[in-house]
């Protein structure tokens, strides 16, 4: 902690000589953030909306924001124009889905889909619900190779059975029903009295041409 209040410090007299620099702003912020100095963050980044930011700075002003529990002026933040480069867009919506305000956070997942979906990388997100959601609002929008890559991240994460039966139904509506059973099987065996998951399991093998298998489901 005084390490950081050291470099907040020293920040504070760096950017005083050089006010327009929003990278330098952006240090100071993080380092008060750290210290523990809420106030003293959000001054600094009051600050940086004077400035033009590039992409990286708007999501970093973004990231800033949602990790001192502010996702509306977060969700501000990403609707200014930014110029040229890259955001970490992924790792952001990670972070306001864990301050559990759903409305808001839903607010910056569409604001993202909406400005800046390049930017949206599934590997940079650990939550399966959000994946999930990403996966949706892909197939929706036909992009079938992004709903694909967000089932498969998905995946590698430790899924409940509500998203568990989330990914099966990507993956029948992707066509591929080997990966949707394979789902199914993981439900069947957790929650073997669950009648729901036989009779999904039932439909797919029908659909793979496995009527004995389906029969007996």
């Not at 033009?52 to 969700?75: F, M, P």
């Not at 930014?82 to 972070?95: I, K, N, V």
């Not at 607010?107 to 930017?119: F, S, V």
């Not at 992004?146 to 899924?159: G, Q, S």
């Amino acid at each position: 902690l005084a390490e950081w209040r050291r470099a907040a410090s020293a920040l504070a007299v760096a950017q005083s000589r050089d006010p327009r620099d929003a990278d330098l702003i952006l240090d100071l912020a993080s380092a008060a953030m750290k210290s523990g100095r809420k106030q003293a963050a959000l001054e600094a980044l009051g600050q940086v909306w004077k400035l033009k930011w590039n992409k990286a700075q708007l999501c970093r002003v973004s990231e800033l924001y949602a990790s001192l529990g502010d996702l509306a002026r977060a969700a501000d933040a990403l609707k200014k124009d930014p110029g040229a480069g890259a955001c970490a867009a992924g790792r952001l919506l990670d972070l306001a889905m864990k301050l559990n305000e759903p409305r808001q956070s839903q607010a910056m997942l569409q604001i993202l889909l909406e400005r800046h979906p390049q930017d949206i990388r599934p590997q940079d997100i650990s939550n399966a619900g959000l994946l999930l959601d990403l996966a949706d609002a892909a197939l929706r929008s036909r992009d079938e190779g992004f709903a694909r890559r967000c089932v498969a991240r998905a995946r590698e994460l430790r899924l409940d059975e509500k998203e568990l039966a989330r990914a099966a139904v990507v993956y029948q509506q992707l066509k591929e029903y080997r990966e949707s059973l394979a789902l199914l099987d993981q439900l069947v065996r957790r929650q073997p009295a669950q009648a729901r998951w036989r009779s999904d399991r039932g439909v797919l093998r029908m659909l793979i041409g496995d009527q004995d298998g389906a029969a007996a489901d």
